[in-house]
Each structure stands twice: as C-alpha cells, then as structure tokens.
C-alpha cells in the first residue's frame, strides 16, 4: 500500500499522502518538478499550463478528502455552483474530528466512521463523506472518549512539558526532572488530574491564554468561543516559543549582570510570579497585527466537550469562506 500510494505521488509531482515523506522520496519528486518545469517551459503556453495545474489540483482534492463530488460544480448556477465546493471538504464527518481536534489525520478520524463508533444527532453514521449540518450534536462512543482522553492528556503533557517548556532549561535539573515526573503521574488518574489543573504555572498559563482569546475575539468580533482543547493550547505555546524564550533569556542576562547566585529549583514551575498577564504567551503588537491582517477568511464555531468527545457544530456568518482559522481556550 504504501509503494502505491507514493506511484500517485510521483504521477501528480506532489504529496497527496497524510503523512510525512522520507528524505529518499522528497528527493525523488523534487527532481520531478525540476524536469516537468523545464519541459513546460519549452513546450506549453501559460493557458494549457494554467489548465494543467487546475486538472492537477482536481486530481489531488479527491485523493486527500476521499470522494469528492467534483462534478457537481458544474451542475449548478454560475452563482451557486462555486460557493458549495470549498465549504463541502469542511462539513464531512471525516474532517470535523480534524478540526475539533478529536483525532490528528483524516485516516485516524475516518477509523471510527468506518468502524460504527460516530454518532452524529445521537445516530451511527459509518459514511466518511456525509455531510454535518449547523447545529448538529456529533458525539463519539463512552469507551472510545476515555481512550482518547487518555493519549490526548499524555500527549498535551509530553509535548508543552518535556519539549517546549523543558528547552528554556540550559542544563538538567534534578528538581525539574523530578516534578515532570509527578505531573506524569498524576496525569493517570482524576484525582490527580484535579490537583494538576491547581497547579499555579499551569493556572498562570491557562489565564494568559484566556486574555488573549478575549482580545483576539473582540477583534475579529465574533460572540461565540470555541470551548477548550489541549491540542489548541500546546499549539499556542509553540506558536509563542521564540516571544517566550527571548523574555526568559532577557532575564537570566539580567540576573547575570547583577551576578546573583544560580537557583537551585526551575524558575519555570516554582517562581509562577515571573509570568505576569500577556507575557509568557501574548506576542508582540504588531506580530499580531500582521496574524489578523493575514487571516481574513472568516472562521466557524464549535462548543466542545473534550473530555466526553462531543460538540455541536455553528458555522460562522459569512458561509461562502473555508473555516481555517480557529479560535479556543480553555475554561
């Protein structure tokens, strides 16, 4: 399957698989473009390769969201035939788990499609192209939400702990390895779950996070937000890696000038008084000027429950748009 599925690849000069090609394979399809691109240049006009790279795109749409429709763009009014198209790949019961973060590719989420465990309106549906409307309850199996709870929360935790939070460390401390490794078990039962969640950093992180969710909102002015995703929020975090390690680093320079003694304990997880509002995970004024001017597509709404696995879907005012970008906090 996998030899089969990079054919395509190279028959369509680009990756159409849900997953990360190897070095080997890249090479491959570069060296590809490199001589369809010199062979077009000698041979076609910019209308046939306009039309070429139109018939490409078609070919691709299908083989990433499964079977499209395609030729029901053709069927309708000029006005109304374009509109349905973009927002359709959006409204599957295949690529809503996507967005809602209920899964991480379109194969993982069209596993429980597949397999009878989606209920959308508190009915199985086992069709990876059927269409969710506004204000429809998709909900997924008990077993099911526990099981993904479970990898989310170690996942959300290895990722903002062990690799994001755990790089402003300059060498390893004793002290920080031993508090990941009770945060770690904590995490495998509910009561430590509670008592992680009263953990001042995390409390500190989460409030930053509020803030510039409300500011972001006012903005775009929309009424509603989108209710918690961990997957949003260590996403954050790597958005606001580098504002956030400048300011660490500002400070230990600072401390160095001033040549105070080395703390023993992690400035990260014990001094929660270093995090001020808007400062570990708000950017830059006009970093975020330059985020909102670039996302102007408008977005589509969702009140989530993360922990059971369901959500009611409500798309935004401006319905013609892709929803790409997506605003969540926690609450």
Known sequence: MPALRFKTCRLLEGNVWNRKLTIIQRRILRRLRNKTRSIKRMIYSRKNLHSYIQLQTTRKLPLFHGDLPITEMHRGTERTSYIPFPLNPETRSDVIPVRLHFSETLPQARQPISHRRLCVNNVIVSITSFQVSQGDFISLKENDALIYSEIRRSFYIEISVSKIIGKFLDSPVRMWRRTKTEWFRLLKTKRGCRLLLKDPFLQQLRSSMQDEDLERTKKFGSEK??????????????????HFKSIFLSKRRNEKTLNLTTRKRSPIVYNSSFYSNLTSCSTHQSSMKR?????????????????????VLSYGPNIGHIPHVRQEHIR
């Open 225 to 242: 937000v989108c209710l918690g995703s961990s997957f949003a929020e260590h996403k954050r975090i790597k958005r606001h890696f580098y």
């Open 291 to 311: 985020k909102i001017k670039s996302s102007s597509l408008s977005t589509h709404y969702s009140e989530v429950n993360h922990r059971t696995l369901k959500a």
